[in-house]
């Protein structure tokens, strides 16, 4: 069974531009979340999308945006790229919604490397 | 503020050794916990989870504690071998799973 991947795996923008990245669960997962990472701040929680609804939003700008597709694959787009921005973007899916399901284990994959220059 | 805090921050050990991670929390109220393991250039990789009513949970070398009353866990490691070498994430949910609140992580070297 294929795990979780993420396209691309490394990407440099300039600041001011726009990204898209995109996450493909685990076949038969529904439920996708992202994540921010970085060295200060380590692991942040930006959203999770279950059956096409975001069903929880962390504490990012508007800037940062996702959706999900009806086959469950989803993107997340970070628009007006600051410094700032530069991190790992993890993608993880599991069966079901809500990160706190108790047993339900969420498989991360190996990241983007997004790099604003 | 929900809080999870990790220690030590790094940590460098002979193979073979055992070790112990902590995680103290000030999430409320609590839900579960869980302990990842991230190998540089990879995603996490979950390790443990842990509800309010479990104390120990162990995953082959691996042992998680939780005090649910102290609100705190740690992450024993029997044995070390020099593929242990990771950071391990401590992940505390809110009830309801509106939220969770993820530590900074501990740094783990095993050296021959």
């Known amino acids: 069974k294929a795990g979780v991947t993420q396209t691309p795996r490394y990407l440099i923008k300039t600041r001011g531009q726009q990204v898209t990245l995109s996450c493909s669960p685990i076949?038969?997962?529904?439920?996708v979340s992202w994540y921010q990472q970085t060295p200060g701040q380590g692991l942040q929680f930006l959203f999770e999308?279950?059956?096409?609804?975001?069903?929880n939003k962390g504490n990012f700008p508007g800037r940062f945006s996702g959706r999900q597709f009806s086959n469950s694959r989803s993107e997340m787009n970070v628009s007006t790229l600051e410094l700032g921005d530069s991190a790992l973007y993890l993608c993880?899916?599991?069966?079901?919604?809500?990160?706190?399901?108790?047993?339900?284990?969420?498989?991360f994959g190996p990241g983007t490397r997004l790099t604003v220059l | 503020k929900n809080q999870v805090e990790q220690s030590p921050q790094s940590l460098i050990i002979l193979e073979g050794k055992n070790c112990t991670l902590q995680?103290?929390?000030?999430?409320?109220?609590?839900?579960?916990l869980r302990w990842y393991k991230q190998d540089t250039g990879r995603g996490p990789v979950s390790l443990t989870i842990?509800?309010?009513?479990?104390n120990t949970k162990s995953n082959g070398r691996y042992t998680a504690t939780l005090d649910a009353d102290t609100k705190q866990s740690s992450l024993h490691i029997t044995a070390s071998q020099l593929s242990d070498s990771a950071s391990y994430i401590c992940?505390?949910?809110?009830?309801?799973?509106?939220?969770?609140?993820f530590g900074i992580g501990t740094k783990l070297q095993v050296i021959p």
């Open positions: 842990m509800t309010f009513s479990e």
């Open positions: 995680c103290n929390y000030t999430v409320s109220p609590f839900s579960n």
């Open positions: 992940v505390v949910s809110e009830g309801g799973y509106q939220k969770v609140t």
């Open positions: 076949s038969g997962h529904r439920s």
């Open positions: 993880a899916s599991s069966l079901s919604p809500g990160l706190a399901g108790a047993g339900d284990t969420q498989y």
């Open positions: 999308y279950f059956s096409e609804t975001q069903r």
